[in-house]
C-alpha cells in the first residue's frame, strides 16, 4: 500500500488525555450524577465503582490490547489477530459491528453536541436571563420543534468533528484534546469553586456520598453495570482503534487505571457542580435532558454572574461532546483510511457526511417527522437504543470472550506484564464475572 505508517501516539501522556476525553462525555456530565442522586448516593457509587474496575477495567484494557496487537482498523484488526491465534477470520465481525455502532452513535451524539453549541451561544445572548421554567421549557421545545436550527447547531458540530479527525491522529485528535481536556478541567473546577460558595455545597456532597442503602436494588445494580459499560466508550471499536495506535512499551492495566479514575473523577465533580446550583435555587431534580437542558439554564438565568457561569458550563458541555464524538468517527475514518482507496482527510469527511446525514433523520423525528416510528420508537430513539442496548454490549462481549478464551494465555500474560496472582484474578474477571455481567445486563434491559 502506498499510504503512510500506521500512525502512533506521540506519548502515554496523549493517550490517556485521548482516552479520556473519549470516556468523558455526557454520560458524566450529566447521566452519572443524577443516577447517584436518583440511586442511594453512595450505595450506589460503591456498586458502580465494583463494576468499573471488575468489568470495565477488563474489557478496556482488552480492547486496547486487541488494538495494539492489530495495529489497524477494528475489522482488520479483529480479522488479523483472530487468524494469527489459528482462530477463524469470522472474528472480524466484532469489528464490524464496532464500527456500525460507532458510526450509528455518532449521528445522533451530533445533534445533541448542536444542542449544546446552541445553548453555548444562548448563554452569550443572554437567552436565559430572567426567564422562568416555562420560559426555558418553550426555548426547549422551540428548538426541538424547529428542525432549521437543529440541522444548523447539528451540521456546525460535525463539521468541527470532521475537520478535527481529518487532520490526523497527531495533529487532529491530539491537537484537540490537548486544549480541551484542561480546559474542561479548569472550567469544572471553577464550577465546582461557584458550588462551594452557595452554602448548599454540604447538601450536595451528602446527595452525593451518604449511603442509603434502601434504594439499592437489583435494578440500580444494573443501572450501575449499564454505566459503568456506557461512561468508558466499550463495545463501540472506539478503543479498539485508539490501542491500535499504541506502542508496545505502554502498560495497559496501568494506564487504564488512570482513564477510569479521571472518568469517575469528573462525573463525581460534575454532580459538585451541579448539585448545589439546583438545592440553591430550590429546583426540581428532573431526569431526562431536562436537567441539563431546562433546569439548569433556569437558574444561571436567575441568579448573579449566572450569565458566566452559564456560558462556562455549556463551553465544558461543548467540548465533552467534542472530544466524544471524535473518538466516534474515528474508527469509521481509520476503516475507510484502510479499507478503501480513500486517504485519510477524504475518509473522514466521506464517513462524517454520512453520519451528518443520518443525523438529519434523527432530528427530523423530534418534528417533521414525528410520526414515523419503527418499533412504537422514533428515528431518534431507535438509534439510540439499537447501539445501547444491543450492539454495544455484544460487541464489548465479543471481544472480550475471544480474548480470554481464545488467545494464547501465556501470550496475553506477557503483554500484560502480570504476575501469577494478576493473572489468575484477570483470567477470572475476563472468562467469567466480565462475560457473565454483560450477559445479565443485556437480557435484564430487553
Ligand atoms: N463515554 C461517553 C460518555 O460517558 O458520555 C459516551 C460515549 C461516547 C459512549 C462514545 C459511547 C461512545 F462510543
Ligand atoms: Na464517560
Known sequence: MSKANHAQWSSRFSFILAATG???????????????????????????????????LPILVTEWMLGRRGQSNPVTT????????????????????????????LSFYSVIGGWSLYYTLGSVTGDFSGQTAEGIGSLFEGMLGNPGLLLMWHSV??????????????????????????????????LVGYGMTTGHFGEAVTYLFSPDWSKLTGETVLAALGHAFFTLSLGMGIMLAYGSYLGKEVNLIKTARTVVIMDTVIALGAGLAIFPIVFANQ??????????????????????????????????????????????????????EERTPLSRAPSAIVAGLAAWLLGVAAL?????????????????DLLDKLTSKFMLPLTGLGAVVFAAWFLSKEEVRAELELGDTGFGLWTLLTRFVAPIGVLVVFFASL
Open 157 to 190: 458540530f460535525m463539521l468541527v468533528v470532521i475537520l478535527i479527525v481529518a487532520r490526523g491522529v497527531t495533529k487532529g485528535l491530539e491537537g484537540a484534546v490537548n486544549i480541551m481536556m484542561p480546559a474542561l478541567a479548569v472550567l469544572l473546577l471553577v
Open 78 to 105: 479483529m480479522s488479523k489477530v483472530a487468524h494469527s491465534a489459528g482462530r477463524t477470520r469470522a472474528w472480524a465481525l466484532v469489528g464490524v459491528s464496532g464500527v456500525l455502532g460507532a458510526f450509528l452513535i
Open 22 to 56: 473519549s470516556a468523558v462525555g455526557l454520560g458524566n456530565i450529566w447521566k452519572f450524577p443524577y443516577m447517584v442522586g436518583q440511586s442511594g448516593g453512595a450505595a450506589f457509587v460503591l456498586v458502580y465503582l465494583l463494576c468499573i474496575f471488575l468489568i470495565g
Open 364 to 380: 427530523l423525528s423530534f418534528n417533521l417527522w414525528s410520526g414515523v416510528t419503527f418499533f412504537d420508537l422514533g428515528i431518534f
Open 283 to 336: 429546583l426540581d431534580l428532573a431526569s431526562g435532558p431536562s436537567l441539563i437542558f431546562v433546569t439548569l439554564p433556569v437558574a444561571f438565568g436567575n441568579m448573579t454572574g449566572g450569565a458566566i457561569l452559564g456560558l462556562m458550563f455549556f463551553v465544558l458541555l461543548t467540548f465533552a461532546a467534542l472530544t466524544s464524538a471524535i473518538s466516534l468517527l474515528e474508527p469509521v475514518t481509520e476503516f475507510l
